[in-house]
């Protein structure tokens, strides 16, 4: 990828919610594409990734993101959101080219969930 | 297997003087990364290291270095510190390429 944008600055949901993020690439070759988490006051985590195969990957706390190439889009979703899912979140993908192996990240989208 | 460590986790400078933060990746991991985070611009690529080279460096002015030991272990250094330096800056290690990475709990810069 060449660049990730996320089109939600902050979301705000009730627990039980559904929630689905936007996060969509500039083609740029191989495409692999990350979701990270931050909690409050934490260390980024990996959520999920996807590399190739299967365009829905699935994460872990329950959350899922699919793939769809003619969209370049990697959107996130979970279901049914809980208070504990509040963090920001982050789309990544590696910045294409040779020798780059560097992540470029979209600016995220903090979500909150009030219970 | 312990994860990435970042020391200090807070430091507060002046401007002009300089500053030297440090990670130690996975056990195993040859790659380490660093980026800034700020509210403005978000996550930001400082540079990569690999096996003691650097691979790949972002878009931010010299003052901004870093170096990896033969341990993998890497630090980096910013000299002449500016206001804007104030940041978390963040450390992540992986087995290089295309891979996922795995970030410390970062180093809060503050320059007054």
């Known amino acids: 990828a060449q660049s990730v944008s996320q089109h939600n600055h902050h979301v705000i949901l009730s627990e039980a919610a559904s929630l689905e993020l936007g996060c969509n690439y500039s083609?740029?070759?191989?495409?692999?594409l990350f979701w990270y988490v931050q909690y409050p006051g934490q260390h980024l985590q990996l959520l999920l990734k996807?590399?190739?195969?299967?365009?829905l990957v699935k994460g872990i706390k329950g959350f899922e993101a699919e793939f769809i190439k003619s969209k370049f889009s990697f959107n996130l979703r979970k279901p049914s959101v809980q208070w504990s899912d509040t963090a920001e979140y982050f789309c990544?993908?590696?910045?294409?080219?040779?020798?780059?192996?560097?992540?470029?990240f979209g600016k995220g989208t903090k979500l909150s969930v009030i219970p | 297997k312990a994860g990435v460590t970042q020391t200090p986790r807070y430091l507060i400078k002046t401007r002009g003087q300089q500053v030297t933060l440090s990670c130690s990746p996975i056990?195993?991991?040859?790659?380490v990364s660093w980026y800034q985070q700020t509210p403005g611009q978000g996550l930001q690529f400082l540079f990569e290291?690999?096996?003691?080279?650097?691979?790949n460096k972002g878009n931010f002015p010299g003052r901004f270095s870093g170096r990896q030991f033969s341990n993998s272990r890497s630090e980096m250094n910013v000299s002449t510190l500016e206001l804007g330096d104030s940041a978390l800056y963040l450390c992540?290690?992986?087995?290089?390429?295309?891979?996922?990475?795995?970030f410390g709990p970062g180093t809060r810069l503050t320059v007054l």
């Open positions: 992540a290690s992986g087995t290089g390429g295309y891979n996922e990475q795995f």
């Open positions: 083609y740029g070759g191989t495409v692999n």
């Open positions: 996807y590399f190739s195969g299967d365009p």
């Open positions: 990544a993908a590696p910045l294409s080219g040779a020798g780059s192996y560097q992540l470029t």
């Open positions: 056990s195993g991991h040859r790659s």
């Open positions: 290291y690999f096996s003691e080279t650097q691979r």
